[in-house]
Nanobody, 115 residues
Framework: QVQLVESGGGLVQTGGSLRLSCAAS????????MGWYRQAPGKQRDWVAS???????DYADSVKGRFTISRENGENMVYLQMNSLKPEDTAVYYC?????????WGQGTQVTVSS
């Protein structure tokens, strides 16, 4: 079964931290670039961060220096550590798995940052 399951979202105050987790099926994890996207109400889904199979990372400018993406290859897990959260980080966060033209999405987890 192919699936991505996110967890770890919640309500946090400005300046706080959250750690998102994504459990992936091995078949869409081992050879795939993993990423996080987010979608705020009324806005398009935006890319946040990604990590390749060998650990190269990349971040959107809006989160660079505050968010850290990582993967645990033995556990088929990908994480997003979010620090210094701002109200504008409020969104549904989605886990993404990509290889070539194949792409998979999780169901999303809500992150709300109160001011």
């Amino acid at each position: 079964q192919v699936q991505l399951v996110e967890s770890g979202g919640g309500l946090v105050q400005t300046g706080g931290s959250l750690r998102l987790s994504c459990a992936a099926s091995r078949i869409i994890f081992s050879y795939n670039t993993m990423g996080w996207y987010r979608q705020a109400p009324g806005k398009q889904r935006d890319w946040v961060a990604s990590i390749t199979t060998i650990g190269y990372t990349d971040y959107a400018d809006s989160v660079k220096g505050r968010f850290t993406i990582s993967r645990e290859n033995g556990e088929n897990m990908v994480y997003l550590q979010m620090n210094s959260l701002k109200p504008e980080d409020t969104a549904v966060y989605y886990c993404n798995s990509r290889r070539g033209t194949q792409e998979y999405w999780g169901q999303g987890t809500q992150v709300t940052v109160s001011s």
